[in-house]
Structures are given as structure tokens and as C-alpha cells.
């Protein structure tokens, strides 16, 4: 799955390698910039994503809030891995892949 990037006035692409569902969790390649491998799901205090790789995680919210889970995810990631990660959950949640 192919999805577009913007930060400011750059833009990129980023494209979804493995989504894998687990029932009670996701996983989830990303290659752009980076490659980032992560691990999205839920909690009784709304969504949350793991990225073993960056030793980082969060707390999230719905896929379609964007802003939020880009400013969280740009605080661990960094801002183009933040934007990136937040993306690739939108376009799954928007093709109904995420059941959130």
C-alpha cells in the first residue's frame, strides 16, 4: 500500500511492506525514509504503537487523528518517521484493514 508524506513544503512517499493481524494487535512494515517496523493496538486508554527498532513507543489515538498521533509519534521518532508512521495508520484505518 502507497501513501503520501508532507512536512512544510517537502514531501515523500512511503509504502506499507507487511501488515500482519493478530487479533489483539498489528504489525506493520513501513519503508520511506527509513524502514520502520512497528506494533499498533489497543489499551483501556485508546491506541498505542511500539517500534522496537527505535526503542520507542506511545500512546495514541484513533488512526484518523492525524495531528495527535503525529505530534506523539514525532516526539519518540523524530518529525519525517513520526509523519510517516501516523500516515501508513490512517490509510490502513481509512481502507478498513484497522478496526479501530
Not at 500500500?1 to 515523500?12: G, I, L, T, V, Y
Not at 498505542?48 to 500512546?59: E, K, L, Q, S
Given at each position: 500500500?502507497?501513501?503520501?508524506?508532507?512536512?512544510?513544503n517537502?514531501?515523500?512517499?512511503?509504502r506499507?511492506?507487511?501488515f500482519?493481524d493478530?487479533g489483539?494487535?498489528?504489525?506493520?512494515?513501513?519503508q520511506?525514509?527509513?524502514?520502520v517496523?512497528?506494533l499498533?493496538?489497543?489499551?483501556?486508554?485508546g491506541?498505542?504503537?511500539c517500534?522496537p527498532?527505535?526503542n520507542a513507543?506511545c500512546?495514541l489515538i484513533?488512526?484518523?487523528?492525524?495531528?495527535?498521533?503525529?505530534?506523539r509519534?514525532s516526539?519518540v521518532?523524530g518529525?519525517v518517521?513520526?509523519i510517516?508512521v501516523?500516515q501508513?495508520l490512517?490509510?490502513l484505518?481509512?481502507?478498513?484493514?484497522?478496526?479501530?
Amino acid at each position: 500500500m502507497q501513501f503520501e508524506c508532507q512536512w512544510k513544503n517537502e514531501k515523500w512517499s512511503g509504502r506499507i511492506t507487511n501488515f500482519t493481524d493478530y487479533g489483539t494487535h498489528y504489525e506493520i512494515n513501513i519503508q520511506s525514509r527509513s524502514s520502520v517496523h512497528v506494533l499498533f493496538g489497543r489499551t483501556s486508554l485508546g491506541g498505542f504503537a511500539c517500534m522496537p527498532d527505535f526503542n520507542a513507543g506511545c500512546h495514541l489515538i484513533s488512526p484518523f487523528d492525524t495531528f495527535w498521533n503525529t505530534e506523539r509519534l514525532s516526539f519518540v521518532l523524530g518529525m519525517v518517521d513520526g509523519i510517516t508512521v501516523a500516515q501508513a495508520l490512517y490509510h490502513l484505518a481509512k481502507s478498513e484493514l484497522i478496526d479501530y
